[in-house]
């Protein structure tokens, strides 16, 4: 899963900071889904400081806006398959409980996971 842009380009011909583009290759490979901006900062070697201004030179958002905007695209990913359920969802996503989970879900968007996948229509039907 990719968000679709060669980000070693993307950063050489655009004015995006590096470490922005460090940190959303680090997003797409890293499946350990550390919400920690410290975990990160840590990973990428630089200050959690240095990681949140990089991303808010480069998109307006705060380092840990970037991240929990991953980890929600993930999670809407994992929703489109109606047989996959919230208690192993939340585990691959590194939430520690699945109601923890839910609340993160609902903080970001506005609904429940289950009422987001009914909202979008996601049934259990062959192909999906």
Not at 14 to 38: C, M
Request: aromatic content about 6%; charged content about 30%; glycine content about 4%.
């Amino acid at each position: 899963m990719s968000l679709g842009l060669d980000l070693a380009r993307e950063s050489e011909r655009s004015n995006l900071p590096r470490l922005y583009i460090d940190l959303l290759n680090q997003l797409e490979t890293d499946r350990e889904w550390s919400r920690s901006i410290t975990d990160r900062a840590d990973r990428l070697g630089y200050a959690p400081r240095t990681l949140t201004r990089a991303c808010q030179q480069a998109t307006g958002r705060t380092a840990k806006q970037v991240i929990d905007d991953r980890i929600m695209l993930e999670a809407r990913r994992l929703l489109v398959h109606p047989t996959t359920t919230i208690d192993p969802m939340a585990r691959q996503l590194s939430f520690s409980e699945a109601g923890n989970f839910v609340k993160f879900f609902q903080r970001h968007a506005g609904e429940n996971p289950d009422a987001w996948r009914n909202r979008n229509d996601i049934k259990d039907t062959p192909g999906l």
